[in-house]
């Protein structure tokens, strides 16, 4: 187990993200959760070197805790889990500015050879091939 942070980007909430109720549009959730594991593959540099190859959702899922409103400040994390199959996760939790878990959003991703149009069978070792900073991809990478 480490002690290290996942990686983080924070987010603030735009008016027209909102639905009826004045609360966050829960397919925003999902937007955010996005654009945290690609800043993350992008900071890790596991998208420059991936020439021919790309990361694939296959699967999320979220658990939705706390209401998120118009212009509030969120941190929202991600971390990614290899095992030794062709799939990977990335976890990504959504804060509120004081701390409050407001969502939690687990993604299976794959890693697909984009001319052969299949996920490959080691993610993990094709990114660390491709120069990818495994450290900052997941926190479950020794230190």
Same mark, same amino acid.
């Given at each position: 187990m480490t002690d290290r942070e996942p990686f983080r980007t924070r987010i603030k909430v735009r008016h027209y993200e909102l639905d009826t109720l004045g609360h966050l549009n829960h397919a925003v959730y999902h937007s955010y959760g996005e654009v945290s594991r690609l800043e993350l593959l992008e900071k890790a !540099?596991? #998208?420059? !070197? /991936?020439?021919?190859?790309?990361?694939? /959702?296959?699967?999320?899922? *979220?658990?939705?805790?706390?209401? *998120?409103?118009?212009?509030?400040? #969120?941190?929202? =994390?991600?971390?990614?889990k290899f095992g030794s199959g062709k799939t990977f996760s990335m976890d990504?939790?959504?804060?509120?500015?004081? !701390?409050? #878990?407001?969502?939690? *959003?687990?993604? =299976? &991703?794959?890693?697909?050879? &984009?001319?052969?149009r299949k996920l490959v069978a080691d993610p993990r070792g094709r990114f660390a091939e491709a120069g990818a900073d495994l450290k900052l991809l997941s926190t479950a990478e020794g230190d």
């Open positions: !540099g596991a #998208l420059g !070197g /991936l020439s021919g190859f790309a990361a694939v /959702l296959l699967e999320s899922h *979220i658990v939705f805790r706390r209401e *998120i409103r118009a212009s509030e400040e #969120l941190d929202v =994390t991600c971390d990614a990504t939790n959504i804060y509120k500015a004081d !701390g409050t #878990l407001a969502a939690e *959003i687990t993604c =299976t &991703l794959g890693l697909m050879d &984009l001319e052969r």
